[in-house]
């Protein structure tokens, strides 16, 4: 596109019974005092907010046909009832933004956010006269909208205290569609397959939920900057009508909050294809607050080793004990294994008191066990050049941990560790909390309390020079631009599935986690089996050339090459793989895909000319063409491939790979067969 499309023409978008409903007259000029519309900067997206007999509704439309079919907004608040109807707009204020701004680490070095602005004051009629502010801002690849409550007397005279029961964000998928989803408010969090269904076939779902309209679009829905805010749940109404459902609370409130505030943004991410939608997902970075922490050097991206898979084959355990992995001596075995290897650091599990109790009610943060000697083992890693990664398992008590927090980042530390890996392993809405008089209060990982609690974490670690990889956590909402010490998380059906799931993770969940969970951030997936066998031997529905894949498809900073130290000195080939590949990136492309069949990923190693190219497949095999144009077509590249063997596949044998060197230029393409829960890993240096 050479420049900006004009907007498509403005055409009436209610009824004219909405106009006679406020005592307007019909007619163009009527229409407009009753509807505001903000166009992306190149003119083919469009957002339109108006009223639907006095009820404040907005629709989304690209390239003047509806994506988001008119859909309402509102609230319900504690003691002032349904804000919703009665609703006036007032006059539009209007902005445009054009940046470019560099993250410290990431998919990508340089971001780009280019939107214009729109923010409308929606005012009630009658008594109350509450106001309420709706921020829009129109990409070109997407939308983010958000209610901004200013301080007024009209909420409450004396605090200006706002109490949320519910939000009434409406979201109608225009237009027929499927959608990958996982349950919202169910026991295992965020830790299901996806399922694919009809869009009217979806029940609660979390966000990102991930929508392919029959004539290819593709929709995603999400939120950003999530702080001091319920998580929401996307519950449908009817046929494709979606609405908020706010993660809950101890009290009998979602949310409370002292105005002014702002909510979270509601995102919708719109590409043509699967590609695009996870290209768009930057929006989510956008929608953020700028870096408050500046320069972060010891929030460094890396790959690392650790004390974690035996425990899932359950060959050591985390409690103290005859199988205990966390000794002194398993963590000095680690270190010189990272060292020699060239493997950034060691996470070491189950090495502190408290292991395991009824809802981690004895958890001691800096207290280890007898058989382990953090001091011995923090002076022999620094000897070694090896960084050690902590770890606090909370047991889902967010409250004990709260009161240890200081001690326990202190100790750390004073310890030389700059990274800790958290945990909350409880069922959904067991998260242990206690009142200032000792009342003990549950909670939601979703909910407003969890929403402070990872900000609390975060702000504290910072302090203390430490990054934090947040395990059955929140879901990412782009804070890591504000806190960029927030590096990576869980929030997804992870590598410990593949060791003791009942099923595995299937061949389609990759293709399927890059365009949905992906599009919310950084996910430490933990890849790297070399052995392809969980608990008891049983074979993993993968090949040796996918688990290598997994290391560029799903992005992470901190990278763990999960395997025993044995299973990968017998896979020389993908050790090789894995302790070459880079973990920060310049430049991020997803060359082709479809979700939930295939991936076909290439990042640019940060500061290097080399590229790192890696695809993924489900159970169906397939060749992909990989297009190479985006390449100096004027160089040359060396190129080495690890990918699926002759005979290979899960239907076959796995373990058969290929490990080959071609040459080839930048503008050519390149055919590679993709096998059965195969996939493939590339390598391609310029030729000096």
């Not at 939107?115 to 997407?142: C, S, W, Y």
């Not at 519910?166 to 990958?180: N, Q, R, S, V």
């Not at 460094?300 to 205990?324: C, E, T």
Request: hydrophobic fraction near 40%; charged fraction near 25%.
């Amino acid at each position: 596109m050479t420049g900006p499309t004009p907007s498509p023409p403005r055409r009436p978008l209610w009824p004219l019974g909405a106009l006679a409903a406020l005592g307007l007259a019909s007619g163009a000029a009527a229409q407009d005092e009753v509807t505001h519309r903000q166009c992306s900067p190149d003119g083919a997206l469009c957002f339109e907010l108006g009223t639907d007999e006095t009820v404040p509704v907005y629709r989304v439309l690209r390239d003047g046909e509806e994506v988001i079919a008119s859909s309402q907004l509102g609230f319900m608040l504690r003691g002032a009832g349904k804000w919703q109807r009665g609703i006036v707009l007032g006059e539009a204020s209007r902005s445009s933004h054009d940046e470019t701004w560099e993250q410290p680490w990431g998919e990508s070095r340089l971001v780009t956010d280019r939107h214009n602005a729109m923010r409308v004051p929606m005012t009630e009629q009658g008594k109350t006269r509450r106001t309420i502010t709706l921020a829009v801002r129109v990409f070109d690849n997407g939308i983010g909208f958000r209610y901004e409550f200013p301080a007024q007397p009209q909420i409450d005279p004396q605090l200006d205290d706002v109490i949320i029961d519910e939000e009434l964000t409406e979201f109608t998928i225009a237009g027929d569609a499927e959608a990958w989803w996982i349950p919202g408010g169910e026991w295992n969090r965020y830790e299901y397959l996806y399922a694919r269904t009809p869009a009217r076939e979806v029940g609660t779902a979390h966000t990102p939920i991930t929508f392919r309209r029959a004539d290819g679009l593709h929709i995603a829905l999400h939120e950003a900057a999530l702080t001091d805010y319920a998580a929401y749940w996307l519950q449908r109404i009817d046929a494709q009508r979606f609405r908020t459902r706010l993660a809950p609370s101890s009290q009998p409130w979602k949310v409370r909050r002292d105005a002014p505030f702002a909510t979270p943004w509601r995102v919708i991410l719109i590409a043509p294809d699967a590609p695009g939608l996870y290209a768009a997902a930057d929006i989510v970075l956008n929608l953020n607050e700028p870096n408050r922490l500046g320069e972060v050097p010891y929030a460094r991206p890396q790959k690392y080793v650790g004390i974690w898979w035996a425990m899932h084959l359950d060959l050591w355990s985390w409690n103290a004990g005859p199988k205990h992995g966390a000794t002194t001596q398993h963590a000095i075995d680690y270190i010189d294994f990272a060292a020699e290897h060239g493997f950034d650091s060691v996470l070491i599990e189950g090495w502190n008191e408290g292991w395991w109790s009824e809802s981690g009610r004895n958890f001691q943060f800096a207290t280890a066990y007898p058989d382990f000697d953090m001091d011995r083992v923090a002076a022999y890693a620094a000897e070694r050049g090896i960084e050690i990664m902590g770890h606090h398992e909370t047991a889902g008590n967010a409250g004990l941990y709260e009161r240890q927090l200081e001690e326990a980042l202190d100790y750390y530390q004073r310890h030389g560790v700059h990274a800790v890996k958290t945990g909350y392993v409880a069922d959904a809405g067991v998260v242990l909390r206690e009142d200032p008089d000792g009342t003990e209060q549950w909670e939601y990982h979703d909910g407003q309390f969890m929403a402070r609690h990872h900000a609390l974490v975060a702000e504290r670690a910072a302090a203390h020079e430490i990054a934090i990889n947040a395990h059955e956590p929140i879901k990412d909402t782009g804070l890591r631009r504000t806190w960029p010490n927030l590096m990576t998380r869980e929030g997804a059906r992870g590598t410990e599935y593949m060791a003791w799931g009942e099923p595995r993770n299937p061949p389609d969940h990759e293709p399927t986690l890059l365009f949905t969970r992906m599009l919310s951030g950084p996910f430490d997936l933990t890849p790297g089996i070399v052995s392809l066998e969980g608990r008891g031997g049983e074979l993993l529905p993968n090949t040796l050339a996918r688990q290598l894949a997994d290391y560029v498809v799903i992005y992470s900073p901190l990278q763990m090459a999960a395997d025993l130290p044995e299973n990968y000195l017998a896979a020389p080939d993908a050790l090789d793989f894995i302790e070459q590949v880079p973990v920060d990136w310049e430049r991020t492309k997803v060359l082709s895909g479809e979700i939930g069949q295939y991936a076909v990923v290439a990042r640019q190693r940060r500061g290097g000319d080399d590229w790192w190219i890696c695809g993924v497949n489900d159970d169906d095999a397939r060749t992909v063409d990989i297009d190479l144009s985006f390449l100096d077509p004027g160089t040359r590249y060396t190129i080495e491939i690890w990918r699926d063997g002759e005979g290979g596949g899960i239907n076959g044998d796995r373990f058969a790979m290929v490990r080959e060197t071609r040459e080839i230029r930048g503008g050519d393409r390149l055919a590679i067969e993709m096998l059965a829960g195969g996939g493939f890993a590339m390598s391609l240096r310029p030729r000096r």
